[in-house]
């Protein structure tokens, strides 16, 4: 049998997004179409407990979940994380109209060694139907996605050090297009029949997905992030790079940084966006992207939203995931003020809560 990656059920569930320099976590609910933000939270993680979005200390990121456990409900239980880059591989496949969800799970399994470039013993995986082709209505378009164990396992240990129960085992990309129902407000009124790209840059992974009427078209993970601008603030002033990482956020630095590193940096940025794009355009035949949405770390640097608008010629927003809803009084307003844009992730975690499937 396979071995779910994704998660079927539906529950109560707290989005929790480990990432390169901290866990964040969200907890939503739902009243009829509106959401409410009942918990959001955000811990550091010890240096070196990750790399390249592997987990390489589990007990140390335990220990951070666990102190966000505390600042939980003691009857919530279920988490969903999710893996990415490398080791996670996603392709759409097509298989037959007629089969049902078992008869495909085990066509699935004969094909897997054809379809999965990694041994079938070192590998979760799942699969959910997208619907029939168009081009082939006797055939239905399939989601697979496949991610090495040992990452899977990783997270799952963590979450039961740190006092959850593992629900649901997403995808990083499929978390961010989920994600993407609680920014269009932000967006002109056409944005939904329009292509919106949402580019999630963090300290070391940069996640790109593109939306079209609700669904996610395209998606492409690229190794850039926030870590090379504070790489050259430790360089270029001398700082240790946790006092680099502080200066970062508050801009508490010299007054010719925007030149040195800051400047560097943008382009530097806009080059891989734009990269980015055009790899979309080619692949999906496409003339154009209409609309960006940036969320993460980088996104939040001074002047980066509109620089690349301007460069771009983009019509640009910075991800404001919990800006069109009501907030519980738990809430750290000041955290989502400051940060609420690298809370994406996480947010589209917490919507498993309410939907059941990928995205």
Same mark, same amino acid.
């Given at each position: 049998?396979?071995?779910?990656?994704?998660?079927?059920?539906?529950?109560?569930?707290?989005?929790?997004?480990?990432? !390169?320099?901290?866990?964040?976590?969200?907890?939503?609910?739902?009243?009829?179409?509106?959401?409410?933000? /009942?918990?959001?939270?955000?811990?550091?993680?010890?240096?070196?407990?990750?790399?390249?979005?592997?987990?390489?200390?589990?007990?140390?990121?335990?220990? =951070?979940?666990?102190?966000?456990?505390?600042?939980?409900?003691?009857?919530?239980?279920?988490?969903?994380?999710?893996?990415?880059?490398?080791?996670?591989?996603?392709?759409?496949?097509?298989?037959?109209?007629?089969?049902?969800?078992?008869?495909?799970?085990?066509?699935?399994?004969?094909?897997?060694?054809?379809?999965?470039?990694?041994?079938?013993?070192?590998?979760?995986?799942?699969?959910?139907?997208?619907?029939?082709?168009?081009?082939?209505?006797?055939?239905?378009?399939?989601?697979?996605?496949?991610?090495?164990?040992?990452?899977?396992?990783?997270?799952?240990?963590?979450?039961?050090?740190?006092?959850?129960?593992?629900?649901?085992?997403?995808?990083?990309?499929?978390?961010?297009?989920?994600?993407?129902?609680?920014?269009?407000?932000? /967006?002109?009124?056409?944005?939904?029949?329009?292509? =919106?790209?949402?580019?999630?840059?963090?300290?070391?992974?940069?996640?790109?997905?593109?939306?079209?009427?609700?669904? !996610?078209?395209?998606?492409?993970?690229?190794?850039?992030?926030?870590?090379?601008?504070?790489?050259?603030?430790?360089?270029?002033?001398?700082?240790?790079?946790?006092?680099?990482?502080?200066?970062?956020?508050?801009?508490?630095?010299?007054?010719?940084?925007?030149?040195? %590193?800051?400047?560097?940096?943008?382009?530097?940025?806009?080059?891989?966006?734009?990269?980015?794009?055009?790899?979309?355009?080619?692949?999906?035949?496409?003339?154009?992207?209409?609309?960006?949405?940036?969320?993460?770390?980088?996104?939040?640097?001074?002047?980066?939203?509109?620089?690349?608008?301007?460069?771009?010629?983009?019509?640009?927003?910075?991800?404001?995931?919990?800006?069109?809803?009501?907030?519980?009084?738990? %809430?750290?307003?000041?955290?989502?003020?400051?940060?609420?844009?690298?809370?994406?992730?996480?947010?589209?975690?917490?919507?498993?809560?309410?939907?059941?499937?990928?995205?």
């Amino acid at each position: 049998m396979l071995t779910s990656l994704l998660g079927k059920q539906n529950t109560a569930i707290v989005g929790i997004d480990i990432g !390169s320099h901290a866990v964040k976590a969200v907890l939503l609910e739902k009243d009829g179409e509106q959401y409410r933000l /009942l918990h959001a939270v955000q811990e550091t993680i010890p240096k070196g407990a990750l790399n390249e979005r592997e987990i390489q200390d589990i007990e140390a990121i335990g220990k =951070v979940i666990s102190r966000i456990r505390k600042q939980f409900p003691n009857n919530i239980k279920h988490a969903a994380a999710a893996v990415s880059g490398s080791t996670v591989i996603t392709k759409t496949i097509f298989m037959d109209v007629s089969l049902t969800d078992e008869e495909m799970e085990t066509q699935i399994e004969i094909e897997a060694d054809s379809l999965i470039p990694y041994p079938l013993e070192e590998v979760r995986i799942d699969f959910e139907s997208l619907g029939v082709n168009e081009s082939d209505p006797s055939k239905v378009n399939v989601l697979l996605s496949a991610a090495r164990t040992e990452s899977v396992e990783a997270r799952v240990s963590s979450l039961d050090i740190g006092g959850f129960t593992a629900k649901v085992m997403d995808v990083e990309s499929f978390a961010l297009a989920r994600s993407a129902e609680l920014i269009y407000s932000q /967006l002109p009124e056409d944005a939904n029949d329009k292509l =919106v790209g949402l580019i999630d840059m963090g300290a070391n992974m940069s996640l790109m997905t593109v939306m079209h009427q609700g669904e !996610s078209i395209y998606t492409r993970d690229q190794s850039f992030g926030s870590e090379q601008y504070t790489k050259n603030i430790v360089n270029y002033y001398n700082k240790t790079f946790d006092e680099a990482e502080i200066a970062k956020i508050s801009g508490d630095l010299p007054p010719n940084y925007t030149f040195e %590193v800051l400047a560097p940096f943008q382009t530097a940025v806009i080059q891989q966006i734009r990269r980015a794009i055009q790899m979309f355009l080619t692949a999906s035949d496409k003339e154009k992207l209409d609309y960006l949405v940036l969320s993460g770390g980088t996104a939040l640097l001074e002047g980066m939203q509109q620089v690349i608008q301007d460069e771009l010629g983009i019509h640009c927003v910075v991800a404001q995931p919990f800006g069109n809803m009501q907030h519980s009084t738990k %809430v750290d307003e000041g955290l989502i003020e400051r940060q609420g844009s690298s809370f994406m992730i996480a947010a589209g975690l917490a919507l498993r809560s309410f939907d059941p499937c990928h995205i």
